[in-house]
């Protein structure tokens, strides 16, 4: 039976920050839009970290895919969960439901909360992602399958810092916001992402990677607002039957 919080309980936050991995789900406001779910993963107490009840971070890693800041920038949105799992021990599953916003590498903001809070900032680091949340919920489980932890993967560290030492040695096409302006510039519902990758781009003339492959799959159900015809026919019939 699930338990919920409105703030992040004492006995959850020692079990949260020793866990490997977490998941981060977004979606954009349009009911066309395409639900997102990424994997995080690292160090217990590099890629995450509690700030109090309420609010926590992590670290944002540069990849191809630019969704979740996409949707967190996105005018009245915002929204984000967080999902741990054991996979050793007693089953348990914690989610965490709150608003994000993001701090951009090299900013003032950035730079104060990494000092601040002490905290490593990786080869590739994209942003911070703050989370203010108002719910949380624990579960049980039960089909979640057991998982020996084998080791971190380096290949992110390596080729993000692989960029940086070209770049250093004065070859600009490796500049980090270069390849932001190429990657990362939108989401694949064309919402706009990293603010410097768009600034970039523009300046630069970086033509965005194309994100689909084909025409977009329709959804399946469009909301719309108010009454489909079939449904204001019913509803007519059903007040005259009334009277």
């Known amino acids: 039976m699930g338990v919920f919080y409105e703030t992040i309980p004492e006995s959850l936050r020692q079990w949260i920050l020793s866990q490997h991995v977490f998941w981060v789900a977004t979606a954009p406001l349009s009911p ?8 995080k993963g690292g160090p217990p107490g590099e890629i995450f970290g509690l700030v ?3 609010t926590f971070w992590y670290l944002d890693m540069s990849g191809s895919g630019n969704e ?8 009245r949105n915002g929204r984000i969960t967080i999902q741990f799992n054991a996979f050793v021990g007693p089953p348990k599953i914690v989610r965490l439901w709150g608003h994000g916003r ?10 104060d909360f990494t000092k601040l809070h002490s905290i490593k900032v990786l080869p590739g680091t994209r942003t911070i992602i703050i989370v203010d949340a108002h719910q949380v ?14 080791d971190y ?13 070209r770049y250093q040695e004065g070859k600009e ?3 980090l916001d270069r390849y932001w302006a190429f990657k990362n510039a939108y989401s694949i519902d064309g919402l706009p992402g990293m603010p410097s990758g768009l600034v970039t781009g523009q300046k630069e003339k970086i033509e965005p990677l194309k994100k689909f492959v084909g025409a977009p799959a329709k959804p399946k159900y469009v909301y719309t607002h108010g009454f489909r015809s079939d449904q204001a026919i019913m509803l007519a ?7």
């Not at 993001?102 to 903001?109: G, T």
């Not at 579960?139 to 084998?150: L, M, Q, R, T």
């Not at 993967?153 to 030492?165: G, N, Q, S, V, Y």
């Open 102 to 111: 993001i701090l951009e590498n090299r900013s003032k903001a950035f730079a």
């Open 52 to 54: 109090d009840e309420k």
């Open 173 to 175: 096409e490796d500049r």
């Open 32 to 39: 066309a839009g395409h639900v997102n779910v990424s994997p």
């Open 153 to 165: 993967r380096p290949i992110l560290d390596d080729f993000f810092a692989t960029k940086e030492r």
């Open 68 to 75: 979740t800041i996409s949707h967190l920038l996105e005018p």
């Open 137 to 150: 919920g624990s579960s049980c489980g039960f089909s979640v399958p057991y998982y020996d932890f084998k």
């Open 237 to 243: 019939v059903i007040c005259f039957l009334l009277g």
